[in-house]
């Protein structure tokens, strides 16, 4: 069974860092992409960091591009987002996903279509 359980949300000043861990057990964590999308209120949910570990690659959003870094260690299969420079639009639901790497074509990597696998979701707040 897959699983996938975020933690480390929480309430931040605008300007402020806040780290994000996902602990993924249950499928070959170095097949499947791993990372990170997010839902806001009245907003659709938008793909934020996704990594493979085997590949080394990493997938962001122009929205996130230079303030979020996505990481992880297949060692224990965890997966990181760093939030840098956080702004108050930044406040939404973020949500560990996970899916095989063969099953997403080139460019792809960050539509919500594609992950079958969704942790239940941490709350991460930026007040201005």
């Known amino acids: 069974e897959v699983r996938l359980v975020e933690s480390g949300g929480g309430l931040v000043r605008a300007g402020g860092s806040l780290r994000l861990s996902c602990a993924a057990s249950g499928f070959p964590f170095d097949e499947f992409f791993v990372g990170w999308f997010r839902q806001a209120p009245g907003k659709e949910r938008e793909g934020v960091a996704i990594?493979?570990?085997?590949?080394?690659?990493?997938y962001y959003p122009k929205s996130v591009k230079g303030r979020f870094t996505v990481s992880s260690d297949s060692a224990k299969n965890m997966v990181y987002l760093k939030m840098d420079s956080l702004h108050p639009e930044d406040t939404a639901v973020y949500y560990c996903?996970?899916?095989?790497?063969?099953?997403?074509?080139?460019?792809?990597?960050?539509?919500?279509?594609?992950?079958?696998?969704w942790g239940q979701g941490t709350q991460v707040t930026v007040s201005s």
């Open positions: 990594i493979s570990s085997s590949y080394g690659t990493t």
């Open positions: 996903v996970a899916n095989e790497i063969d099953e997403i074509l080139g460019g792809q990597e960050l539509q919500e279509a594609n992950y079958a696998y």
